[in-house]
Structure formats: structure tokens, C-alpha cells
């Protein structure tokens, strides 16, 4: 479990990360969200005693990580695949974090043949794509078999049968109880993968709930219409104080529900070829939750 209470980060006049509090369990897999700037990779970094709070306390299985000599057996980490040595082979890089955390030797053959890089093991990592620095950072995080696991945007540069591959390890990961923390940009993974999450903007605790409350809580349904009547059947749902946007014969409607609408069409005997309730997605409702803590915009608008 890991456990964050009032953790912040100062660098000068900087605030990077201000009063987080939260909690990661085991059994689940917990996304960690937030716009660029929005102080996850401190967090994580913090996590890991990469770098030291300026006040507050976050703890691996109620430690310090930094107080634990062999930390990759109480928690693994991907947070930069390309942070590695270009000169080294994968199997000598493995070896050489499995020596000095005291793992045994066949755990390095274990994992790469688990992350699928046991035919490139003798190869120098300099010459891996992008994926396949992904595959070994996860093979690194998986070497001490840790009830902790730690993962920043690890879906980066893989192919779709690899995004599968991880959505499908997190879950196992999660189902043997561990505690899986995974940072991402990716909505539509984050709704693949996660159960619960953890969003954060400008330092600060935005949300901390299931991924189904999240989403439910920060969209508002809408109505999508088919009709060839559309300017009329806009009017109408207008005078009921609904919102409406006009796309040729399509029209997106907030406010009624379905059921009153086709009241309406059917009041005015206005024909409709489609009407469906939209489901709550997690892109809107991370864009509409996080929209005042959004650091950076595309055309220089607020």
C-alpha cells in the first residue's frame, strides 16, 4: 500500500506538488492523472526517495522507501526507459540491479522471458526501440517480484499488441494483490485498465475515487438525435431550456433526458432516425474537472 499525507515540493518560489493526500491499495489497479505540469512525476519521484519532500510523508508498506536497502523487493519502477545504459545488454543490465538488491540470478531469465525480450537479451540496449526500453523497464520494476509496483506512461512507444500485453500484466498484477500505480496520459487506456484513480492539477488533490464515479460525476449526459428536421426539433428543445449543437441532421443534446425527448419529436410529429444517451466518458470528465488547472494551451488562450 502506499500512503501519501500532505506531501509537498518546493523548488524557490516553485510549488510543484501542494498538500497531496491519498491512498493507493492493493488488489486494484489506481491510474494517476493530471495535466503536464500537474507535479505527477515529482510525486512518483518522491515516492521512490529520488527526491526529498519539503514537508510531509509518503510511505511504501508503512517505510520510507529510502529507509529499505533492497528496495526492488518491496517495490518496482518504471519511470524513464531511457534512462539505462546504451552499452549494456539487457540480461547484464538486469544482472547487475539483481546483484545488488541480493535477487536471485534466474529471476533476470524469468522476466525477460515474461516481458517477451529473452531473444534480444544479449543485445546492447542501445539499439532498442522504444518498446522494447519499455518491456525492460517493466522487466526491471517485475525483478524483485514486489507487492508494490510503480509505472510512469509505460504504454509509451508500444505497439497494440504490447498495450494489450501491459493492460492485460496490470491486471493479473492487480489480482495476485499487489498495489499498482500507474501514471498515464492515455484516457483511453486509463479507462481499459484502471479501477481506481488518483487526479491531481497545479500539485493538488483533485480526485481520489473509482474510476465510475469519476467519470459520472464530471460529465453531464447528453442525448444524441438523428432527424431531417433538426432546426425545428432544436427550437422545441430550446424552449425546455435544453442545450443544443447543430451538425447537419445530427443534433447533441444536454439537459432533457432521451425519453422527453422523442415526447417532443413525437408531439410535433417530427420523424427521428436515431436517438441514443451518450455514456459518461472519462476524457470528458477529466477535461472538464481539470480545466482551471491546465498549465499549458494550445493557442495561447485561457
Known sequence: MIEVNELTKRYGGTTAVHGLTFTVRPGRVTGFLGPNGAGKSTTLRMLLGLHEPTSGTVTIDGRAFRDRPRGLR?????????????????????????????????????????VGLAGAARRRIGGFSLGMKQRLGIASALLGDPPVLLFDEPLNGLDPEGVRWVRDLFRRLAAEGRTVFVSSHLMSEMEHTADELIVIGRGELIAAESLADFSARGTRQHVTVGTPAPALLRDLLAAESAEVRVEGELLTVTGPTAVRIGEVALEHRIPLHHLSTASPSLEDAFMELTADSVQYLAGGSR
Open 74 to 114: 518491496h517495490a518496482g519502477a518504471l519511470l524513464d526507459a531511457h534512462d539505462v545504459h546504451g552499452g549494456r545488454t539487457a540480461y547484464a543490465q538486469l544482472s547487475a540491479l539483481a546483484r545488488s538488491n541480493r535477487i536471485p540470478g534466474r529471476r533476470v531469465e524469468e522476466v525477460l522471458q515474461e
